[in-house]
């Protein structure tokens, strides 16, 4: 699946989370960014093995990486407006024709 995350700091190609067949683990690769990719705090250098609730930033996003549908979705969003997390509106409205809406 991909898709775009509209953030002045976060490359083109910026990050990958990847299924290991073999182990069934995600894994997060940065595609050599100029801003990089943050796993927990720490930046990643090499392919990474994601764990449940791992908190993945790039540029000026942050992104919680849950194994399962999270029933604690409320709580983790109230915790990340508290550390100063707000949401970045990145789905863009087309009308019927799909033109760009103001």
Known sequence: CTFQILDPRISRRH???KLEESSGRHHALDFESSNGVFVNGRRIESETVLEDSDIIQLGDTTLVY??????NA???WDLLR??????VQTQLRTDVHGKMED
């Open 74 to 76: 409320q709580r983790t």
């Open 66 to 71: 849950h194994v399962t549908d999270s029933a």
């Open 82 to 87: 508290r550390q100063g997390q707000g949401i």
């Open 15 to 17: 990050l990958q989370i």
